[in-house]
């Protein structure tokens, strides 16, 4: 079946621009996660959704960072104002279910802020 | 609180050679632990999950990973690496909703 999609693949900014990144689970999953991912580092936990539920927005790192997720499928990931710190890979994976069971990654998307 | 320590940034093995990624973790609670490979620009990859049933894992592409509690360790290996072996290796702890990742160990495999 499909696995996890994002778009864009890759996105070129301007400083100070906003940015919409979209991902699309797998369908049936209820769990759904963003990551960053900067050249050498590993993966830095942004956002996490599951159901219905209030999402755990713990580690979005400023306020200009938000994520909403539609009808408990396609979610999307907005940076405003974007910086060049915020230039990095974002990841989102989605689970079938929270805790124990492995996730489902999509491809990234690229961000690139000049 | 959990939290996962990987050995070694980088480690460079010869191909035929037997690959050892080292990992441990902390972990309040018993632990799901997992191993993704990464490929140059795509998403991560699952290549093994323990989930406290057998101490010894086996995954996908010939790996392999064995639980030690004892040691809080769960190191990746493969009795012989090939070429196409070469990309980035994530280990990850869950004992609540979001896993953690360790930073990732480079894996070159030289001719």
């Known amino acids: 079946g499909a696995g996890v999609s994002q778009s864009p693949s890759n996105k070129v900014t301007e400083k100070g621009k906003d940015v919409e990144l979209r991902c699309d689970p797998i369908?049936?999953?209820?769990?759904l996660y963003w990551y960053r991912q900067s050249l050498g580092q590993g993966l830095e936990f942004l956002i996490y959704?599951?159901?219905?539920?209030?999402?755990?927005k713990s580690g979005l790192p400023s306020d200009r960072f938000s994520a909403e997720r539609t009808g408990g499928s396609v979610s999307t990931l907005t940076i405003q104002r974007t910086q060049q710190e915020d230039s990095a890979v974002y990841l989102c994976?989605?689970?079938?279910?929270?805790?124990?069971?492995?996730?489902?990654f999509g491809p990234g998307t690229r961000l690139t802020v000049t | 609180a959990q939290s996962v320590t990987q050995l070694g940034s980088h480690v460079s093995v010869s191909e035929g050679a037997l690959v050892l990624l080292r990992c441990n973790y902390s972990?309040?609670?018993?632990?799901?632990l997992f191993w993704y490979v990464q490929y140059p620009n795509q998403g991560l990859q699952l290549l093994l999950k323990?989930?406290?049933?057998?101490?010894l894992v086996k995954g996908i592409n010939g790996f392999e990973a064995e639980f030690k509690k004892s040691e809080t360790s769960f190191h990746l290996t493969k009795p012989s690496a090939h070429m196409s072996d070469a990309a980035e290796y994530f280990c990850?702890?869950?004992?609540?909703?979001?896993?953690?990742f360790g930073r990732g160990t480079s894996l070159i495999v030289h001719p």
């Open positions: 994976a989605s689970s079938p279910r929270q805790g124990g069971f492995e996730q489902y």
């Open positions: 959704f599951q159901g219905n539920s209030a999402p755990d």
């Open positions: 323990y989930t406290s049933a057998a101490t």
């Open positions: 972990s309040s609670v018993p632990p799901y």
């Open positions: 369908s049936g999953h209820t769990a």
């Open positions: 990850a702890v869950s004992d609540r909703v979001v896993p953690t």
